[in-house]
């Protein structure tokens, strides 16, 4: 019977090593949780319904754009 559940049983590097991950698991959440939101007023970019793969990242308004006066020819 004791064979039989010797057997059974996962291997102990196994058990080690599932032991491991979930402690650094841990440690790495605790860490991140301490460090806090690495950009607390960024916000996603949103989605639109063109379903074009545009290419620029950010979004967002582009303001003003000042010296910009392509249109004055």
Do not use: W, Y
């Given at each position: 019977m004791v064979a039989l559940l010797r057997n059974l049983a996962p291997p102990p590097a196994l058990c080690g090593f599932l032991l491991l991950l979930a402690l650094m698991f841990t440690g790495s959440y605790a860490?991140?949780?301490?460090?806090?939101?690495?950009?607390p007023?960024?916000?996603g970019t949103g989605t639109s319904?063109?379903?074009?793969g545009g290419g620029g990242?950010?979004?967002?308004?582009?303001?003003?754009?000042?010296g910009t006066h392509e249109g004055d020819r």
């Open positions: 860490a991140g949780a301490a460090a806090g939101p690495v950009a007023g960024m916000h319904g063109s379903g074009g990242g950010g979004g967002g308004d582009m303001g003003d754009m000042g």
